[in-house]
Structures are given as C-alpha cells and as structure tokens.
C-alpha cells in the first residue's frame, strides 16, 4: 500500500532538508511537524499490519520526539551518517523501531523500497534494530535498560577525544524499571556528561500495566533531579516545546540533561489512544483504513 511517504527524497520535503535544517536554524512550523507526523504514522500503521508486527501504541508515542529529533536536533547528515563528528541517537526503546526506521527513511537515510521491506525474512529492518542495520540506525536495541550505558559510553568517547558530538538517549518509562538504567543514571553526572541526553517517553503503560502501579516511576523528573541530572518536563507531543528544550545542550549547568516527555500510548489514533491492548494488537484491514482516515491520509 502507498502513503505518498516522501521517503528517499528529501528534495520532496524541503522544510525538512536535514542538513539544511541545522545549517540554517530554521524551525519548522506546528503545522509542518503536524503533516510530518500524521504521515508517520501512516507509514508505522502499513508496516505493522503488513509484518504483523505489536508494539504499534509503543511507536506512536515516540513519533513527535523522533520527528523533532532527526529533523532538527540530532547533527547527523545522510550524505555522510558515520562522520565521526556526528550527534549520536540511541534509539533505545527497540520495539518501537518503526517509528525510528520510518523517520530515518523519510528524512532520506534510505530509500522507502528497504523501509518496505520491514519485518520480511532476510531484510536489515528486524522487528529491533540490529546495529548499523541501515544509515542512522546506532545500536543494537530492544533489550531494554541498555540504551543509556551504550549512549554514555559514547559521550563520554566524544570527551576523551575531545569532540563537539552530543549523544540523545530515547528511552522508554518501562524501561527504567532496569537497574541498568539508574547506574548509568549515576555515573553520567560523575563524569560531568553535560553533552549526554536521556528523553524518556513516559506514556505511563508498559507491557502488563500501568508504569506507577508496576514500579512507582513518579516522580520521575525529580528522580533524575536527585541523581545530579539537569532535569526537564515537557509535553512529548508538543514539537515546539520538545525543540525548545532540546535545542539548548549542553544547557551551561555541566550535568547532562534528562528530558521526561510526558506523552500518551497510541497517541494519533483515538481508538488506541491510552489502551494498552494496542501494546500488542495488529490492526486488522477494517482497523488500518478507520486509523488512516482519522490520521487524515484518505
Ligand atoms: C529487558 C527486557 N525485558 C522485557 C522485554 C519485553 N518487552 C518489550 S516492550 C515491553 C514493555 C515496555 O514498556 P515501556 O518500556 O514502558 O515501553 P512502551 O511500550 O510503553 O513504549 C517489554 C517488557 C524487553 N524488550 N527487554
Ligand atoms: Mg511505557
């Protein structure tokens, strides 16, 4: 099925040039991003029914925070994705990787032929990304809990060698059940990682049940607060607010930044709006053309 994904071609979606983008500092408007979105999660919506694939309301809620990311934040070109110098993105809530393979393709990483071929025996794009799978893709991820250590091992490189780079760490809240999470958390500060990023979709559901009832995650910001993070919560649908936060790291403090996005699983879709059943579910054929025609794509 076509969505018209300008995937490949960034010629196509000029506000979005990626390099342009950071060269010039040029934000794109709320209704820019909102288009950008909706054809995200299109794009996720076909790859999840055609593979049979779960974890649809996992990738929806990350979709404005990957969206601002790679399209303004993260210096990194597709014209040359493994300069030394690039901004590092740690893609590290793997399940959701459709959101990240579908974001990196639109912003021309690869072409959309490779994108369709998502979740197919022998294909690069596994239902979790392996590493260096395709231009963009960092990390092995979907082992949750490992993402951070990985992302500080690279900041703190970019210190040792002396380099400009900054690593961004998406996580998931679930994800911070892991205590791997938290010695990360701590030695990050320790070693003044001012250039490491920690955003955490905190959409309150994981797997099996609500994030508060499984491990009390609240009060998540203070949390990083107390462990020396320079601390910040934001509305993670909101693309001007998660720009404007993330535009500014290092933010001068010295302590790397933790960004908890508060955000809402399935978000874009009202009937998986907050109900974790699409945690796993498959849109059935009646289900794709009801989403598509909400999202505003028929
Ligand atoms: C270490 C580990 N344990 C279990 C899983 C299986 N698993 C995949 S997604 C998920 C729940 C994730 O919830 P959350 O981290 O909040 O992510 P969300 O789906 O809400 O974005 C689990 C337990 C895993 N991927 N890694
Ligand atoms: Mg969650």
Redesign the pocket.
């Given at each position: 099925m076509e969505l018209g994904l300008t995937a490949g071609t960034r010629e196509s979606a000029p506000v979005f040039e990626h390099c342009g983008l950071n060269r010039l500092g040029i934000a794109p408007t709320d209704a820019e991003y909102d288009a950008l979105c909706r054809r995200i999660r299109g794009k996720v919506l076909e790859l999840s029914h055609r593979a049979k694939t779960p974890?649809l309301?996992?990738a929806f809620?990350c979709v404005e925070l990957v969206a601002v990311l790679l399209g303004s934040i993260v210096k990194m070109s597709p014209d040359n994705p493994y300069d030394p110098n690039r901004d590092r993105f740690v893609f590290s809530?793997g399940?959701?990787a459709t959101t990240l393979y579908t974001t990196l393709s639109t912003f021309g990483f690869f072409p959309e032929s490779v994108l369709d071929t998502f979740g197919t025996a022998g294909s690069t794009l596994a239902e979790q990304p392996s590493p260096r799978c395709q231009p963009g893709v960092e990390a092995a991820t979907?082992?949750?809990?490992h993402g951070l250590s990985l992302g500080l091992g690279m900041a703190l490189a970019s210190k040792i060698k002396e380099q400009s780079f900054r690593t961004f760490v998406l996580m998931?809240?679930?994800?911070c059940n892991?205590g791997s999470v938290w010695e990360a958390a701590m030695l990050a500060p320790a070693q003044r990682l001012d250039n490491l990023v920690a955003i955490i979709?905190f959409?309150k559901?994981?797997?099996t049940g609500r994030?508060q009832e499984v491990m009390a995650l609240s009060p998540l910001k203070q949390k990083w607060e107390a462990f020396g993070w320079s601390a910040y919560e934001i509305d993670g649908h909101n693309t001007q607010e998660i720009l404007s936060v993330l535009s500014k790291v290092p933010d001068g403090s010295g302590r790397p930044v933790a960004v908890v996005a508060n955000t809402v699983?399935g978000k874009g879709v009202s009937f998986m709006e907050d109900d974790n059943n699409w945690?796993y579910r498959i849109p059935s054929e009646e289900e794709l053309l009801a989403a598509r025609k909400e999202l505003g794509l028929i």
């Open positions: 974890h309301a996992s809620s809530k399940h959701a979907g082992s949750l809990g998931s809240d679930g994800e892991e979709d959409n559901w994981q797997a994030s699983k945690h």
